[in-house]
């Protein structure tokens, strides 16, 4: 008993300066970037005009400065964000990061917890006008792989998606399944948000799963033109 209360006394403090710490890392190595385009800026300003709750997406492995984006850009500017976190111990301290930036949780994943999840994310959207932030990859992937969560949510709530990329001219690239960015501090980045889109209410089995594959498409071609737009700025100014 002893034991057990001790171990979860080291976890504790664990999850409690490893969130503390990682907050303000994310912070700022975020506020050193050097933004060299935001694709889709228009995308932004009518978020920022119209208020309505939408459904933000991005790969798994862009989850350090995507997150840092958005909560610049758009939560400290008033857009009500719920994040959706397995309850992985890893996602158990990116979920206590989002809470001291003061976003919502909806803690599950396609493997735990998942429909739970879904009707917290979709209350968020229709009842409480939050945003919602998830990573379609994850939490385990495979890689760049758009699981059929995201889908159905957009297809039930009839809220628009809206997937978000950003490439870095230097980054660390982890060894994990996804392998993870983080940008390095001072480094030149372009980030892009895609044009909104709406799953159809109406679909078939065959019809969901093309619109699954539409978007995983969508999402890979954005990746290549955010990454390809760097290269460009690189090319210019060496």
Same mark, same amino acid.
């Given at each position: 008993m002893a034991q057990n209360k001790k171990r979860k006394l080291s976890r504790e403090l664990a999850l409690s300066l490893g969130s503390w710490l990682m907050k303000w890392l994310i912070q700022i190595i975020g506020a050193t970037t050097r933004v060299q385009a935001v694709i889709g800026s228009e995308v932004v300003e009518n978020l920022l005009k119209n208020r309505r709750p939408v459904i933000f997406c991005f790969w798994h492995n862009r989850i350090f400065y995507s997150s840092w984006y958005l909560h610049k850009y758009l939560f400290k500017k008033g857009i009500m964000l719920t994040v959706l976190i397995s309850q992985s111990d890893d996602g158990e301290l990116i979920a206590r990061v989002v809470k001291r930036w003061g976003g919502r949780l909806a803690r599950g994943s396609s493997t735990r917890g998942g429909r739970e999840a879904l009707q917290i994310l979709s209350n968020a959207l229709k009842k409480q006008n939050s945003s919602i932030v998830t990573t379609p990859d994850g939490p385990k992937g495979p890689v760049y792989q758009f699981q059929m969560g995201t889908v159905l949510l957009s297809q039930f709530t009839q809220c628009e998606i809206i997937p978000i990329c950003f490439a870095a001219?230097? $980054?660390? +690239?982890?060894? !994990?399944w996804d392998k993870f960015i983080i940008p390095k501090p001072f480094s030149r980045t372009v980030v892009s948000f895609g044009q909104p889109y709406? +799953?159809?209410?109406?679909? !078939?089995?065959? %019809?969901?799963?093309?619109?699954?594959?539409?978007? %995983?498409? $969508? =999402? =890979? %071609? &954005? +990746?290549? &033109?955010t990454e390809a737009l760097l290269q460009g700025f690189i090319s210019q100014k060496g």
């Open positions: 001219d230097r $980054a660390w +690239v982890f060894r !994990s709406i +799953v159809p209410r109406k679909l !078939s089995e065959d %019809e969901k799963e093309n619109e699954r594959l539409k978007l %995983e498409k $969508a =999402m =890979m %071609e &954005q +990746v290549r &033109q």
